[in-house]
């Protein structure tokens, strides 16, 4: 397989995290798949896997996070790891939230300044 094959295989099996090099070759990484459960209305990208994307080396890929369609050049991608999917790794550690994020969340929570927070009253319905 090819770089451009096993991009799409690993695509399609799940979410990826797609590390690229942008125009002014700046690294810059994105959650995409093209695998069908995670698309909108069970959408493939279109011409994803068509002969003309193949000769000219690009990709299409669902962006998780913006929920749009980007396109790459397969040269620009420089690294890809699968979060998702059969296959993927037990990714359980990334998932997991830091020990100083959840201690600073509990401290906010055991705050006063949380309890006196004020909501929005209600509007009564008039009857």
């Known amino acids: 397989m ?4 096993i991009i799409i295989t690993t695509l399609q099996s799940g979410i990826s ?3 690229y090099t942008d125009e002014h070759s ?7 798949t093209m695998a069908h459960q995670h698309l909108p209305d069970g959408n493939m990208a279109q011409n994803a896997n068509s002969s ?3 000769s000219k080396n690009i990709i ?5 996070n913006s929920e749009q369609w ?8 420089v690294d890809i790891e699968q979060l998702t999917g059969e296959g993927a790794p037990n990714n359980e ?8 994020y959840m201690e ?14 004020e909501y929005p009253e209600e509007e009564e319905e008039e009857g």
Not at 70 to 77: A, C, G, L, N, P
Not at 94 to 100: M, R
Not at 105 to 117: G, R
């Open 2 to 5: 090819n770089k451009q094959e």
């Open 17 to 19: 995290e797609i590390t």
């Open 26 to 32: 700046i690294e810059q990484s994105i959650m995409g």
């Open 52 to 54: 003309q994307h193949h």
């Open 60 to 64: 299409e890929v669902f962006n998780v």
């Open 70 to 77: 980007e396109t790459f050049m397969v040269d620009s991608i």
């Open 93 to 100: 550690k990334k998932l997991q939230a830091g020990t100083e």
């Open 104 to 117: 600073g969340i509990l401290e906010l929570t055991a705050s006063e300044e949380l309890d006196s927070l």
